[in-house]
């Protein structure tokens, strides 16, 4: 099903997106990969604050290249999910609401989603020239310091994302080889 | 002997890293072409169209197909009959620093694995040399992502373990890296030799003209088999279900141990980039 939806949105809009949604996100979301994970959730541990709100906020996995000049963004597709799945249940549980990624997640990511009501896409990996057309403002709002890894706010247009795994834990990458394989037995 | 002066290594170096970053090799767009009108997925089918306009996109715009503009891998073939006036492979690095900062790709290497801190430049790369007989230097530039690197893998498999030992580990592999390594895949398997060369053999693989299957008949007889039956696991694009789950698959083999038969399997994505020049 082709959905549109603004960012940041609630749980009740998180709870109508399921497995298999053809999504496109017009709206702010914000950017952290590796680094930024793990010094929001060092911070976090220690009881410290995070220099962005998590409550309702979408977080895309993407360290993009540098901009040229009159540009907003350089390219800026998804980089895989799995390395972040370490920090995940913990920005969860501080009210993340959704996730921008490629790749699977781990077992306790996918638990940890069910119990806070979160939802995991996909956008697709490789795609960063096409994917950068959608991103209309871009600005470091944190983490300076770490380069393409700094969290940036964006201002996202129409962004094409797949929902993945939905917050009852259905997960497309489980279900759609064997569907895929199913409807097209010799 | 032929002199050749180090700046007009590093101006090459410096062009090669943009080039690669923004347009992919004739063979490689048109498998991903071809696999955009052939896929039979439904979502497979869409996630291939939007990689076939990402790559018009790069390449009108001159931005680069992936951000993952990856760590900066060489290949160099240096004539023994050649005299190179400076240090080589500091005029590799000069121009990976100058390439990475002028054509705006992303600096994605940490000085130290522990440690991390990014280098800002883009430097070190990583250079394999060979002495080559003849008067001239090759230079391949690879540019590797690490979504599909990371889902690499080295298999010290026995003799006894035969074909199907290797068949087995590779589609393993392909199963294991599912939609982490950004299908379509193109994999690099690398045979024989010993524990190091053999991934190096698969990455050299990678940077093999997708058209041009292995010299060797039961090498391109197991490259076609391994293909076929890669795509009937029905991973697909993105591993959202499709018929297209890898593009190609090179194989490079060496001789080996009495003992042994090591497999390496270097995984890339379809932005699968290599460029080389001859100076």
């Known amino acids: 099903m082709e959905r549109h939806i603004t960012a940041p949105f609630d749980k009740e809009q998180v709870k109508e997106l399921h497995a298999g949604d053809y999504v496109y996100i017009t709206g702010t979301i914000y950017t952290a990969r590796d680094a930024a994970h793990k010094r929001m959730y060092e911070a976090l541990l220690?009881?410290?604050?995070?220099?962005?709100?998590?409550?309702?906020?979408?977080?895309?996995?993407?360290?993009?290249?540098?901009?040229k000049e009159g540009k907003v963004i350089g390219s800026a597709g998804p980089t895989t999910s799995s390395r972040m799945d370490k920090y995940t249940p913990l920005l969860l549980s501080k009210g993340l609401n959704g996730m921008i990624g490629k790749g699977k997640r781990s077992r306790e990511v996918i638990e940890s989603m069910t119990e806070n009501k979160a939802v995991y896409f996909a956008a697709v990996g490789g795609a960063g020239a096409l994917l950068?057309?959608?991103i209309k403002e871009a600005e470091v709002v944190a983490y300076e310091d770490l380069g393409t890894e700094a969290i940036r706010k964006l201002r996202v247009e129409d962004f094409p994302v797949i929902v993945v795994i939905d917050s009852d834990g259905n997960n497309l990458y489980e279900t759609a080889t064997a569907e895929y394989l199913e409807k097209n037995k010799e | 002997?032929?002199?050749?002066?180090?700046?007009?290594?590093?101006?090459?170096?410096?062009?090669?890293?943009?080039?690669a970053n923004l347009c992919l090799s004739p063979d490689m767009e048109a498998r991903i072409r071809n696999a955009e009108k052939s896929e039979k997925g439904t979502l497979g089918k869409k996630i291939l169209e939007q990689l076939v306009q990402n790559m018009d996109i790069a390449k009108e715009e001159q931005i680069p197909i992936?951000?993952?503009?990856?760590?900066?891998?060489?290949?160099?073939?240096?004539?023994?009959?050649?005299?190179?006036?400076?240090?080589?492979?500091e005029a590799i690095q000069e121009g990976v620093r100058q390439g990475y900062?002028?054509?705006?790709?992303?600096?994605?290497?940490?000085?130290?694995?522990?440690?991390?801190?990014?280098?800002?430049?883009?430097?070190?790369?990583?250079?394999?040399?060979?002495?080559?007989?003849?008067?001239?230097?090759?230079?391949?530039?690879?540019?590797?992502?690490?979504?599909?690197?990371?889902?690499?893998?080295?298999?010290?498999?026995?003799?006894?373990?035969?074909?199907e030992g290797i068949k087995a580990s590779v589609l393993q592999a392909v199963r294991d890296a599912g939609p982490n390594a950004c299908p379509p895949l193109v994999v690099g398997v690398g045979i024989g030799g010993d524990f190091e060369l053999s991934a190096i053999l698969a990455k050299k693989a990678l940077t093999r003209n997708l058209e041009s299957p292995s010299p060797l008949p039961h090498i391109r007889k197991l490259e076609e088999e391994l293909l076929s039956e890669i795509n009937a696991l029905g991973?697909?694009?993105?591993?959202?279900?499709?018929?297209?789950?890898?593009?190609?698959?090179?194989?490079?083999?060496?001789?080996?141990?009495?003992?042994g038969m090591p497999l390496a399997v270097n995984m890339c994505c379809h932005v699968n980039r290599h460029v080389s020049v001859i100076l």
């Open chain 1, 46 to 67: 220690k009881g410290e604050e995070i220099p962005i709100s998590l409550d309702g906020n979408t977080i895309y996995y993407l360290g993009p290249t540098p901009a």
């Open chain 1, 132 to 134: 950068s057309k959608c």
């Open chain 2, 1 to 19: 002997m032929r002199v050749i002066q180090k700046d007009s290594i590093t101006a090459a170096v410096r062009e090669m890293c943009i080039q």
């Open chain 2, 66 to 89: 992936c951000q993952d503009t990856g760590m900066a891998v060489f290949f160099v073939k240096v004539g023994q009959d050649l005299h190179v006036e400076g240090n080589l492979t």
């Open chain 2, 101 to 163: 900062r002028d054509g705006f790709l992303r600096k994605s290497v940490v000085s130290d694995p522990i440690l991390r801190q990014n280098t800002g430049d883009n430097t070190p790369a990583i250079i394999h040399y060979d002495i080559v007989p003849g008067d001239k230097l090759e230079l391949l530039i690879a540019p590797k992502g690490f979504g599909s690197e990371n889902m690499s893998r080295i298999f010290m498999l026995k003799p006894a373990d035969g074909v």
């Open chain 2, 235 to 259: 991973i697909g694009p993105g591993g959202l279900g499709g018929s297209t789950t890898a593009l190609a698959v090179n194989i490079e083999t060496y001789a080996t141990h009495i003992a």
